[in-house]
């Protein structure tokens, strides 16, 4: 065993508590007899040796001490592994020593000079380590696992941005590859002449280079990486044969250009290379832009910065396989910053020995120089192809390995599942990443690729300083990253660092990465992938929220919108209540209370932590945005009233309560409805598009089995009229508005018919004469048609009805009741018709006669609003009161009693 247990020992009797780490790992524990219950546990790898050689334990325990044991295990330490050297500062050594040093730096130099090239290097250098920093504290905040730069940075700042990250991050090893393949083309065409060298010959030479790395990538990927250790001592015998040959070339006055190079008047003067020269390296001290011979363009310092960038990253490389590391979290920061050090001086070395001995016309024309001013030229060749070919292969296996990654953690779809079920190595995915490095290659000259390398790059360690600036400043507890150099400045710093440098260098290409960027970011975001892993954006969020909800008032009439409290008892005959619901809140706040009847112990407590879970998950599902909560109560009012006393946060609190019909969820005439929803959201998914998350069936059914007759009765079993009406009279004491709703079921299949039936379909208002009165308006007459017009703004609503007063009248005042109907719908700005019905005695006002004459007029009805009578004061008369409610609203279409306490328009002038 290689776990590590620990123990922790408290004594009863006023000792302090003692802790000891006890080690299973080539060490022995000894057990002796009980104590007191427990077992007695001494830990030998904390003990000395006597002067007889045998073990004395440093603890030794009597039989009457009173001692409690606890153990846990804490993930095992690894004990083989690749250290910082090996696993870390070869793989960035070998992917910054590329192309840029041994096949640009001439380029560079020859173009810039020396005080601006050192000046490019170190600012690039500077970007490099502010985000080796924020690497840095993502590899030491908490543990690392395997999965590579992008699974470390996803765990760590959410799918988001880690989404994002992985992406950008593909596409860069995709055209670094491509660059490297270029570079190695480069140098074969030089070394071997007499090969054809037209485009279509090197888009040859490339695609059988990408060939070899397919076929290494597919059979020999990891002997490959345990060969790198072999690849790196052969760049560096290279770098050191650049370096001493400096001190000891002979002076050569007619090195030739190569043959891709056509300026014949340089050319046939020939290219001269000295020792160490004070005028040459004064003529190398400032810029002298010239014409880049690859391309035939004329050079400025964003092209020649967005080439040399290239040769500063591959920071990333160690991150890369952090699963073969055996202490990640020392290994990333220390061995990233070792490289970038070491790669950074002798950069600078390279470049103040070229100043000094090479011409400025040697420099432009032969980007080859190190080799061609080399005594043994065959060791920068060789150098520059292990370098080039590790770095394609290295750049193609990582490329393969961030997307399966990425397509496991189904961020981007369904389509890109197809890369994620291979347990091995990814061939699909190294199949595809081939095809796009492919066509990377197809651009051809090594300078077109260079700057989108390096404006991929520059986005990726912007969004990386970005994400961790964000975790410092919005104060993330569990952020604590044992790395101390890092902190918030120098990852705003990186940041800002990024984002100038790619508009600087280039505007569309800066402009094309952010669009990617922002894409990625809000596909990933409006996709709701859910994770356990933690999301920076969630901090951001937080931080936001809780800073804004101080400043929260009411918002005043003007901008009132509804705020629902919904009490709801099963979703087999509530669901489309909850779907009204979420209709009704027009981007307010929508809480969803449950009431779990019972006292407050063990219990209890689990059941409302599973009925709370179980809410939430149904009305993601049903993509209703609401909060559930479950409140524990002796009594269904008792509840209610927690509900009504402490429900929302700031100014986020309900003004509407809800209520379904009193014991709806014990009749049998009601179809189940939640069933229903999951053979239609089923179909949905069967036949979506493909980029859609896939439904989570199973996850469905056990919610759907959590509310199942035999694990879930509801809370109301108990509810007698009596506290039904109470609850109301508790609302309205509170100063809410309140609804009671009834025959919801019939929502969906009404709005269906009203859809493609040819018959127009009304949302019907309902005002009573004795209601609405001479020329005067009840707040509950505003509440229903605010409501009306609130409901028929959903799409759903919108397309199958129209708003409709109707309105009841004495014989002989149609004529006064129309006026007063149009002139609520002026005055509240609303677009509906108005039917006025006039009876032939008088307005009816028994519950029979309010039914009969509803229900006679609403053929065509997909809704019905209308008052709630006032509740009785009498606790007597609630049998009554409830029974009125059930003869009004019975055999109608889906039906809201609604009485309100609250002004919720404008229109009156006491209200602006």
Not at 388 to 416: E, K, P
Not at 793 to 810: D, E, F
Request: proline share 4%; glycine share 8%.
């Amino acid at each position: 065993s290689c776990g590590v247990t620990v123990l922790v020992l408290y004594w009863s009797k006023g000792a302090p508590s003692c802790v000891t780490f006890l080690s299973t790992q080539r060490r022995a524990l000894y057990t002796g007899r009980s104590i007191m219950g427990q077992t007695r546990v001494v830990d030998n790898s904390h003990s000395l040796n006597n002067s007889d050689g045998e073990l004395k334990p440093l603890l030794s325990l009597n039989q009457d001490d009173n001692i409690s044991v606890q153990s846990f295990t804490l993930p095992p330490k690894k004990s083989k592994g690749l250290g910082a050297f090996a696993g870390v500062f070869v793989p960035c050594v070998l992917s910054i020593f590329s192309v840029v040093l041994f096949l640009r730096l001439g380029y560079v130099v020859g173009q810039a000079g020396y005080i601006v090239t050192i000046a490019m290097l170190t600012l690039s250098y500077i970007i490099v380590l502010f985000t080796i920093l924020s690497i840095s504290a993502i590899s030491t905040n908490g543990l690392v696992r395997g999965g590579g730069a992008y699974y470390m940075i996803s765990r760590s700042l959410g799918p988001e941005f880690g989404g994002a990250i992985g992406i950008i991050f593909y596409f860069a090893n995709v055209f670094s590859s491509g660059l490297y393949v270029s570079g190695f083309v480069e140098t074969l065409l030089n070394n071997f002449p007499s090969l054809p060298s037209s485009d279509a010959f090197g888009y040859l030479y490339g695609t059988a280079v990408l060939i070899f790395c397919l076929v290494v990538c597919l059979v020999g990927a990891n002997a490959f990486a345990k060969a790198s250790l072999l690849i790196f001592m052969v760049v560096m015998v290279s770098v050191l044969s650049v370096i001493s040959n400096f001190f000891y070339a002979h002076p050569n006055g007619n090195i030739t250009c190569p043959d891709t190079n056509h300026n014949n008047i340089t050319c046939q003067s020939g290219l001269a290379y000295s020792h160490f020269n004070a005028t040459i390296f004064q003529d190398n001290l400032y810029p002298n832009w010239g014409t880049d011979y690859t391309t035939g363009l004329t050079q400025s310092i964003q092209t020649v910065f967005a080439v040399l960038f290239n040769g500063c990253t591959g920071i990333m490389a160690g991150a890369n396989i952090s699963g073969d590391l055996k202490n990640p979290s020392f290994s990333i920061p220390y061995g990233t910053m070792a490289a970038s050090l070491f790669t950074y001086v002798v950069y600078v070395v390279i470049i103040s020995l070229t100043c000094a001995t090479c011409s400025n016309a040697l420099l432009q024309n032969n980007y080859t120089y190190l080799q061609e001013i080399n005594v043994v030229g065959a060791l920068v060749t060789m150098g520059i192809f292990c370098a080039t070919l590790s770095a394609a292969l290295s750049c193609l296996i990582g490329a393969s390995r961030v997307l399966q990654a990425v397509s496991r953690d189904n961020l981007l779809g369904n389509f890109f599942l197809f890369f994620s079920k291979e347990k091995g190595e990814p061939i699909r995915a190294v199949i595809i990443s081939w095809i796009l490095v492919q066509g990377v290659v197809a651009i051809g000259a090594l300078n077109t690729i260079a700057p989108i390398v390096s404006m991929l790059y520059l986005l990726t360690y912007g969004i990386t300083n970005f994400a961790c600036f964000v975790l410092s400043i919005t104060g993330a507890p569990n952020f604590r990253p044992r790395f101390k150099y890092f902190s918030a400045k120098t990852a705003f710093l990186g940041f800002i660092g990024c984002v100038a440098v790619m508009f600087y260098v280039q505007i569309e290409y800066a402009a094309a990465a952010i669009l990617l960027m922002l894409f990625l970011f809000g596909f990933i975001h409006f996709r709701h992938v859910p994770v356990s892993w933690g999301d920076v954006s969630q901090a951001l969020i937080y931080h936001q929220v809780r800073k804004y909800l101080l400043r929260l008032s009411d918002g005043g009439l003007k901008y009132w919108r509804p705020q629902i409290l919904l009490l709801v008892t099963s979703p087999q005959k509530s669901f489309e209540t909850v779907r009204f619901a979420n209709d009704l809140k027009k981007g307010g706040l929508y809480v969803l209370g449950h009431v779990l009847v019972g006292e407050m112990n063990h219990g209890t407590v689990m059941q409302q932590k599973k009925d709370t879970l179980a809410w939430s998950q149904l009305g993601k599902f049903a993509k209703t945005k609401t909060f559930a909560d479950v409140s524990i109560a002796s009594s269904v009012r008792l509840g209610v009233q927690a509900f009504l006393t402490t429900s929302g946060l700031g100014g986020m609190r309900p003004n509407i309560v809800l209520l379904g019909w009193f014991q709806e969820h014990r009749k049998t005439d009601i179809p189940d409805q939640l069933m229903a929803f999951r053979d239609e959201v089923t179909f949905k998914s069967k036949h979506s598009f493909s980029l859609e998350r896939k439904l989570d069936l199973p996850v469905l059914d056990s919610v759907i089995q959590s509310f199942s007759k035999e694990s879930y009765d509801g809370p109301t079993g108990s509810l007698e009229m009596e506290d039904y009406v109470s609850i109301i009279k508790d609302v309205l004491l509170m100063g809410k508005n309140v609804g009671i709703c009834r025959n919801m079921h019939k929502i969906k299949a009404g709005l269906q018919t009203a859809k493609f039936y040819p018959k127009e379909f009304f949302i019907d208002v309902w005002l009573w004469e004795t209601e609405y009165g001479a020329l005067s308006c009840s707040r509950t007459t505003e509440l229903l048609v605010q409501m009306a017009e609130i409901i028929h703004r959903v799409k759903r609503w919108k397309q199958a009805t129209c708003i409709r007063l109707s309105i009841t009248a004495q014989p002989g005042g149609g004529h006064l009741a129309e006026k007063f109907a149009r002139d609520l719908l002026d005055d509240m700005r609303v677009d509906g018709s108005i039917r006025v019905i006039e009876t032939e005695d008088s307005v009816p006002t028994s519950a029979e006669a309010m039914n009969k004459t509803m229900d006679l007029n609403s053929t065509n009805t997909c809704l019905i609003l209308t008052t709630l009578p006032e509740p009785p004061s009498s606790k007597e008369d609630s049998i009554e009161y409830v029974n009125k409610l059930g003869i009004v609203s019975d055999n109608l279409p889906p039906t809201v009693l609604v009485r309100g306490m609250q002004t919720v328009s404008t229109r009156r002038d006491d209200a602006v």
